[in-house]
Each structure stands twice: as structure tokens, then as C-alpha cells.
């Protein structure tokens, strides 16, 4: 997971193709988180899904394998994540991959009755036009499933990376877009009202992001974050002794999260739900 002030870049170009190399360990960094945030987004059926930011593309392929009959649209700014969900759905039928800004994409005459985002939603500039333009895409009795980190205050991870790291300030506005921007919920309640969307509700989750697996969980975990996120981008830029030393504190840091074979990461976020309110 990256850190604030991410733009498209981030997901893009060289740093996007570190990401699409990392689905694997980025789809088990959310652990638990999945299972529930795909339970509350077919709590109801659905016709056609869109997964805004949808990445690599697992919740899409989920929501693609649990309902066969119904479509799902992923959408996403990265082409190289975008590659990767293409692949992993080549037997699903019913599993679309589309380069766009979601602020921007248009929908087809079949219009999606839910939106699901995990994490994705975070990044817009302007959040109220963006998802002001989503609803004007969906249908009217649409639902809308997303997750978000919780502020950064909440989630032990980020604050342990930047203490270990003191190399990654967290921007003087904590909306500026990026995976914290939202974590008020008075402010996403404001950003969503305002865009149409109401019957809010927000689950405040707290799970283990899992950074590292099996007999050499430490260096898999370190591996990890010396390759995507803050930390690889904080680091990239260090030599010599100084890199070595942060490498170390990050280890250390890792290693005091373990929980048997796994490393695993105290995090927080929301699974906000909310329904069309025209
Ligand atoms: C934290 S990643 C989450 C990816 C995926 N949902 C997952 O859970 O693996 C955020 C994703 O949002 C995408 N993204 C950022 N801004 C976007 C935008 N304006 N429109 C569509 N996708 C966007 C990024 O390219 C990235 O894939």
C-alpha cells in the first residue's frame, strides 16, 4: 500500500509494473478484509458490478465466479494492473477490464446496480465529482460497497513504517488524496451526500494486513515493502550504511509483528455501504 500524495504515477508506468508484479502478496496483504467486504457486496444480488480502481482484479473475479449471470466492469487507471486482472479472468466470461478513470467512465446501457471499490476509491482530486459522476452512471436502485483505511492515527502499520523509516511525513491535510484521505467518516458521510449517495453505513474493521508467510515469513515481509509503498520509495532513494540501517530497523520492526509463521500488521479500515438516494 502506498502512502499519501500518490497520483496516477504511483500506479503507473515503472511503479505500476512493481505493483502488477505483486498481486499476489498485495491481494494477501488484506487478509480477512476480503471475505467480509465481498459478503457485505452480495449481501444482495446483482446484475452488473462495477469495481472502481479495481487493480489486479480480485474482487471483480469473486464477484464474476459468485454470480455468473450477472456482468462485472473493472476499471482502473493502471494498464499494467489491468494486464494482470485480464489474465487471472480469462475463463470468466462475465468479467470486463477497462482503462479509465472512474471519474470519467461511461456506462453502457446495461447500468451497473453496484459499485464496489477495495481501496480504490481514495484518490480522486475532486471525490464529490467523482462519485457525483458515478451515480450518474448506475442505476437508480444502485448499492455502493467500498473499503478504506481508517485515519492514519488508526493504522499501527503506517506509523510504525514512518517511525522506523522518519523519512515519510504525512501530508499537513489529511484528505489530500491517498489511502488515509478517507479516513473521517464525518468527511466521506459529506463527500457521499453531496454526491447523491445516502442510507450510509460504516463497519469499522480492524485486521491483520499480512506482510509475510511461511518458514522465512521475515524476509518474505521484507521483501515486500522493500519493493512497493512508502518504504521501497523511501528507501530506493538511501546507499551505503544508511540504507542498511533503515533495513535493519525495518526488519526488526516486522519482526516484532510476527504471529507464528506470519507477520502480520495491525490495520484499520471502513467497509462503507450506501445506496442511490434519487
Ligand atoms: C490500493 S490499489 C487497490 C487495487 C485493488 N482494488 C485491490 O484491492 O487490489 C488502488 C487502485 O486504484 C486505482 N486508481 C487510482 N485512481 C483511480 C481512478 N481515478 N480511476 C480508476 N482507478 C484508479 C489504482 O490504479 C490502483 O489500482
Not at 91 to 114: E, K
Not at 208 to 223: I, N
Not at 245 to 252: D, E, G, M, V
Request: proline share 5%; net charge negative.
Amino acid at each position: 500500500m502506498s502512502d499519501a500524495s500518490v497520483s496516477g504515477s504511483e500506479w503507473t508506468g515503472k511503479t505500476g509494473k512493481s505493483w502488477a508484479h505483486e498481486w499476489q502478496r498485495t491481494d494477501r496483504s488484506f487478509g480477512p478484509l476480503t471475505e467480509r467486504l465481498v459478503a457485505a457486496a452480495t449481501a444482495e444480488p446483482f446484475d452488473h458490478a462495477l469495481d472502481i480502481g479495481c487493480g489486479a482484479g480480485e474482487i471483480s473475479i469473486s464477484l464474476a465466479r459468485m454470480s455468473p449471470a450477472s456482468q462485472v466492469s473493472g476499471v482502473d487507471i493502471s494498464e499494467e494492473l489491468l494486464a494482470v486482472a485480464r489474465e487471472r479472468a480469462a475463463d470468466l466470461p462475465n468479467a470486463h477490464f477497462t482503462l479509465a478513470d472512474a471519474s470519467q467512465w461511461i456506462a453502457s446501457d446495461r447500468r451497473p446496480d453496484l459499485v464496489v471499490s477495495r481501496h480504490g476509491v481514495m484518490f480522486f482530486d475532486d471525490p464529490v465529482a467523482a462519485f457525483s459522476h458515478v451515480s450518474r452512471q448506475v442505476s437508480p436502485d444502485a448499492r455502493m460497497v467500498f473499503s478504506c483505511f481508517r485515519e492514519r492515527s488508526e493504522n499501527l502499520w503506517a506509523q510504525e513504517l514512518s517511525s522506523v523509516l522518519d523519512v515519510l511525513p504525512a501530508p499537513a491535510d489529511p484528505r489530500t488524496p491517498g489511502p488515509f484521505a478517507f479516513g473521517e467518516r464525518d468527511y466521506v458521510t459529506a463527500i457521499l451526500e453531496e454526491a447523491g449517495w445516502g442510507a450510509l453505513r460504516f463497519d469499522a474493521i480492524d485486521y491483520g494486513m499480512v506482510a509475510g508467510e511461511g518458514p522465512d515469513a521475515l524476509d518474505d515481509a521484507t521483501s515486500y515493502f522493500l519493493r512497493i509503498g512508502p518504504a521501497a520509495r523511501a528507501i530506493a532513494a538511501m546507499s551505503g550504511e544508511e540504507r542498511d540501517r533503515a533495513i535493519s530497523r525495518l526488519r526488526t520492526m516486522l519482526e516484532s509483528h510476527r504471529k507464528g509463521d506470519r507477520i502480520e500488521l495491525p490495520a484499520s479500515c471502513w467497509i462503507v455501504s450506501a445506496t442511490l438516494a434519487r
